[in-house]
């Protein structure tokens, strides 16, 4: 499902002319805006993280783009429902850094600030 969001996103952005955002007037009454730039930013953000742990990565792909609940995830990846949700409190909290533009001392970590 996140390959197939994200090539979407990827297909429809280059469609409407890349980084270039496409604001109508009536913007600002709009409800439901496209998102696509999202979902690209979302990917790389997810690959970057699955280079630093895998398996966090594993638990967004699995409760976000799968829709897997806390213990169907937990047991898809063979670990309890606490940790499970470690990793999934941790990777929500490395990505929101990471689409954010925030980091710590200067470098991407999966630890937290203090």
């Known amino acids: 499902m996140r390959r197939i969001l994200v090539d979407h996103a990827r297909r429809r952005n280059l469609k409407r002319g890349a980084d270039a955002e496409h ?12 998102r696509s730039h999202d979902f690209v930013s979302l990917d790389d953000a997810l690959n970057a993280l ?4 895998p398996r966090k990565a ?4 699995l409760r976000f783009f799968g829709g897997l609940s806390v213990d169907e995830t937990a047991e898809v990846l063979h670990v309890s429902s606490i940790t499970m949700m470690h990793e999934w409190k941790s990777a929500k909290a490395w990505l929101y850094r990471e689409l954010t533009g925030g980091t710590v001392n200067g470098s991407r970590t999966l630890e937290p600030r203090r």
Do not use: M
Not at 23 to 34: K, Q
Not at 58 to 61: G, L, N, R, T, W
């Open 50 to 53: 699955g280079e630093l742990a």
């Open 23 to 34: 604001v109508s007037l009536d913007a600002a009454v709009v409800i439901g805006t496209d």
């Open 58 to 61: 594993k638990v967004v792909e």
